[in-house]
């Protein structure tokens, strides 16, 4: 019953920003990674960025640069601050955990987000 709950998803322009926030809840051991993949109409979904509890991060090649993870293992979050949007950034973006449970018998397994709609246009 572990559900991650998305915001921050909208309308922008060129250049424009946004920030996408994911909170996991329900019976959590931990979060190792957590983070954000993204699909546009007809394609099929990709990474964006992910992070480890350590902080290590991953980055789409495409959005290196413009795009910042973080997150707060305290509070199960993880946040995608986005920069310089583009055009091509437009999709619905997922919320991604892999998700160790809090007892010994819960399995490894990812669990997503219900999505959030990006749209970069003028």
């Known amino acids: 019953q572990v559900q991650l709950a998305e915001s921050g998803g909208g309308l922008v322009q060129p250049g424009g920003s946004l920030r996408l926030s994911c909170a996991a809840s329900?019976?959590?051991?931990?979060?190792?990674?957590m983070g954000w993949y993204r699909q546009a109409p007809g394609t099929q979904r990709e990474l964006v960025a992910t992070i480890t509890s350590g902080g290590y991060t991953n980055y789409a090649d495409s959005v290196k640069g413009r795009f910042t993870i973080s997150r707060d293992n305290a509070k199960n979050t993880v946040t995608l601050q986005m920069n310089s949007l583009k055009p091509e950034d437009t999709a619905v973006y997922f919320c991604?955990?892999?998700?160790?449970?809090?007892?010994?018998?819960?399995?490894?397994?990812?669990?997503w987000g219900q999505g959030t709609q990006v749209t970069v246009s003028s």
């Open positions: 329900g019976s959590i051991g931990s979060i190792n990674p």
């Open positions: 991604n955990a892999r998700i160790r449970g809090s007892y010994f018998y819960d399995p490894l397994r990812d669990y």
